[in-house]
């Protein structure tokens, strides 16, 4: 404001004393004018030096004041800022505080984060939108023996597995993707999901786990063997002692009957825990053919057929003569076997179960095992497929099922590559379906 002052009053006193010394006469019209410009760029100059300068100099001293905060240093005093400006400063100095805060809680997540990756027993990738990967944790480059820095290349040139390639590219496509692989001596299963920009890839390594599934399917195995002999030799004692009933007092029969029973069902447990182990080592290995499928259902159903004609069950095949689909005949024999047998136990007597075939344009072939039974509630969907899982345990005793029979129909549909579906309600009846893969794709 003093500066202001200033300038208004040299500025006055500078044109009246002009005003004086040219007037009056020809030409002080000129030198008014002139005397009026001489005075502005005065005013200029003293506005400059008393006004502009000073406030340049304060926004210099705050601008390296923040600069000097943002590079971490302490902010310093505002005691030397104009008071015009102390809004300003304010303001901006309030806007630098959030900012520093916003950046540090980022960095603070940022290095849990990737604590966390370095912490997972996961080997972790992450591969930007343009397909550049960005991060890798040391689990990711020990499993893969990394040499040189990953980041910043493409995946397929940084590391030497084309199912890591093929699993992203999948994910890229797709949304996600698993691929279980091996490499040197590891079992190795990637998953890969697209993200917001990008893909995040989870390699486990799951060499252990097989190994401990291994063992345990082989000693199973090895049990169920030796088991059987034994077995056998029991079984054929007790036929012999059964071949004649009449000679055996009656409270003798009864509990000789009772060991049979149980002994043949022991004999049926080892069976399929034998098949599920031999069903599991061969996974893969089924060799498939192209067959006409009518034959391998009247087989597959034959026992079933007949235990329903029992139960005063009402049984239907139906599966037109034309319909041929690549199969491994013995696989869908038992599948088609266990379902069929299933769909009559789980059925009351009086009731209806039936096997349809048919084949749609597409040469997709599908297999309906449908009854209207007691049906399965929809908690169990997920479930019924695992070993030894059952709803009643006592009925399917009672019904002779051993509890692995799903178990051997998902193994089987998995080493075809057939799908599987169920449809069911509680007390509704139930419907599953083997989807086979069509004839003109053979796998
Ligand atoms: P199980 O030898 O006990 O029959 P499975 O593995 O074949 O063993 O079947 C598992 C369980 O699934 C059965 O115990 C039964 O509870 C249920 N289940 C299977 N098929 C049917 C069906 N068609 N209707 C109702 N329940 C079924």
């Known amino acids: 404001m003093a500066g202001i002052a200033l300038v208004v009053l040299g500025t006055t006193v500078f044109v009246t004393a002009v005003g004086r010394l040219a007037a009056p006469g020809p030409g002080s019209l000129a030198w008014t004018g002139l005397a009026a410009l001489v005075a502005a760029a005065v005013a200029a100059v003293a506005w400059h030096v008393s006004v502009v300068q000073p406030q340049r100099a304060q926004i210099q001293s705050l601008t390296d004041r923040l600069r000097r905060w943002g590079d971490g240093a302490d902010a310093g005093s505002t005691d030397e800022v104009d008071p015009e400006l102390v809004a300003l400063d304010s ?26 990756m370095q912490a997972s027993s996961f080997g972790i990738a992450l591969i930007s939108a343009d397909g550049v990967i960005t991060d890798v944790n040391d689990e990711f480059r020990g499993m893969f023996r990394l040499r040189g820095e990953p980041v910043g290349r493409r995946p397929l040139e940084a590391v030497p597995s084309v199912d890591i390639h093929l699993v992203i590219e999948q994910a890229l496509t797709r949304g996600a993707a698993e691929r279980v692989f091996v490499t040197g001596s590891s079992d190795l299963v990637a998953r890969a999901e697209a993200l917001h920009a990008g893909v995040l890839l989870q390699v486990e390594d799951i060499t252990g786990r097989r190994e401990a599934e291994r063992a345990r399917t082989d000693f199973v195995a090895n049990v169920s063997h030796e088991l059987r002999t034994p077995l056998s030799a029991i079984l054929g004692y007790l036929e012999t002692m059964l071949h004649d009933e009449e000679r055996i007092p009656d409270d003798l029969l009864k509990h000789l009957k009772t060991v049979d029973r149980n002994t043949r069902r022991l004999r049926d447990l080892f069976e399929d825990l034998l098949r599920l182990h031999r069903i599991e080592a061969r996974r893969r290995e089924l ?16 026992p079933a057929a007949d235990r329903a004609a029992m139960r005063g069950q009402t049984f239907t095949l139906e599966c037109p003569d034309e319909i041929h689909a690549v199969v491994n005949p013995d696989a869908l024999t038992a599948i088609v076997g266990n379902l069929a047998g299933n769909a009559s136990a789980y059925t009351p007597e009086g009731g209806s179960v039936s096997v349809r075939a048919e084949q749609a344009d597409s040469g997709v072939v599908q297999i309906d095992v449908v009854d209207d039974g007691i049906g399965i509630a929809r908690q169990h969907h997920e479930r019924i497929f695992e070993r030894f899982y059952r709803i009643d345990t006592a009925r399917s005793r009672r019904e002779g099922g051993t509890g692995l029979g799903l178990a051997i129909v998902k193994h089987y549909a998995l080493a075809c590559g057939f799908h599987l579906e169920l449809q069911s309600e509680e007390g509704q009846g139930t419907t599953f379906s083997v989807v086979l893969a069509s004839p003109a794709a053979p796998r």
């Not at 901006?92 to 940022?110: G, I, N």
């Open 287 to 302: 060799p498939m053919e192209h067959q006409p499928l009518r034959p391998i259902l009247v087989e597959a159903v034959g």
């Open 91 to 116: 303001a901006v100095t309030e806007a630098v505080f959030e900012v520093k805060s916003r950046v540090t809680r980022l960095q603070e997540r940022v290095d849990v984060l990737a604590e966390a």
